[in-house]
């Protein structure tokens, strides 16, 4: 079977629908958007997320649980805890860009809403290219690989201990 094939009745297996699994939720990549821009705090996420207190409490479990953020106590009396992007969690930072600069194209209303800048103050503007060519990505240029399963996918930062 190629990675073109698929069963008849088995959705596509990809990386994007793992990744969804544990990415795939608003309250959870505005929970990450918040701690890309360096907020840490439970109130202050909820707050610029409008999640739910108990949803956001949720969406936090799985990110951690996932190894996607840490949770840090910042006090012991009161025991609280701050939230901190792992590797992993920095990783999503460029989806983020790429899902707002799709979103200040395509969803486009009235609505005044915040851009991303480059700490130059330049906005950001998400460019992939091939890591072999420099080629930059284009309709039309994607293509499927190989299957591997995900054991095969070492984290980059983990490759270096191997």
């Known amino acids: 079977m190629t990675p073109t094939d698929t069963a008849r009745d088995a959705p596509r297996a990809c990386f994007i629908a793992a990744g969804l699994e544990v990415l795939g939720e608003r309250w959870a990549l ?3 958007r918040e701690m ?19 949803i956001l409490t949720n969406r936090l479990r799985t990110l951690e ?21 792992t ?6 930072a460029p989806i983020l860009i790429s899902l707002a600069a799709w979103s200040s194209t395509w969803m486009r209303d009235e ?13 950001l503007q998400p460019v992939l290219t091939c890591a072999e060519c ?29």
């Open 30 to 32: 505005l929970a990450l």
């Open 36 to 54: 890309s821009l360096g907020v840490r705090r439970f109130d202050q996420i909820a707050r610029n997320t409008g999640a739910s207190r108990d």
């Open 65 to 85: 649980s996932h190894g996607i953020i840490e949770r840090v106590q910042y006090s012991e009396h009161p025991p609280r805890h701050e939230y901190h992007l």
């Open 87 to 92: 590797t992993s969690g920095a990783e999503v």
């Open 111 to 123: 609505t005044p809403r915040a851009s991303y800048r480059h700490s130059c103050g330049a906005d």
């Open 134 to 162: 420099g080629e930059e990505f284009r309709l039309g240029s994607l293509m499927l690989g190989p299957l591997v399963s995900t054991a095969d996918a070492i984290p980059v930062d983990h490759q270096q201990q191997i």
